[in-house]
């Protein structure tokens, strides 16, 4: 079945990086769009970053543009979040899942654990 393992989370400072990391498996991850969703206390759950199958296009958030890349290692079947210039507003749980929009039909049910990532002095 499909399933999303994410790590990488942890406690950044302001300005900081952390790199995050998610292990799929269960589906052809090469032929998919990927995404990273995160999740803050008492928000909801919202799209930061997509990247297409063949890596030629990359979408971001507006509050994350110029500090987070995506990337992703389809032998590894790995997809990652480079975060730097961590902010506080960044403090949330990371997730990632399948597809480039919360409504595509790509997107899988069953979600991961997810990463906590606490951005704080």
């Known amino acids: 079945q499909v399933q999303f393992v994410e790590s990488g989370g942890g406690l950044g400072q302001p300005g900081g990086s952390l790199r995050l990391s998610c292990l799929a498996s269960?589906?052809?991850?090469?032929?998919?769009?990927m995404s990273w969703y995160r999740q803050a206390p008492g928000k909801e759950r919202e799209l930061v970053a997509w990247?297409?199958?063949?890596?030629?296009?990359?979408e971001y958030i507006d509050s994350v543009v110029g500090r987070f890349t995506i990337s992703r290692d389809d032998a590894k079947n790995t997809l990652y979040l480079q975060m730097n210039k961590l902010k506080p507003e960044d403090t949330a749980l990371y997730y990632c899942?399948?597809?480039?929009?919360?409504?595509?039909?790509?997107?899988?049910?069953?979600w991961g654990q997810g990463t906590p990532v606490i951005v704080s002095s």
């Open positions: 899942n399948r597809g480039a929009h919360p409504s595509a039909s790509s997107v899988s049910s069953s």
């Open positions: 269960g589906f052809p991850f090469r032929t998919y769009f």
């Open positions: 990247i297409s199958n063949g890596r030629e296009t990359t």
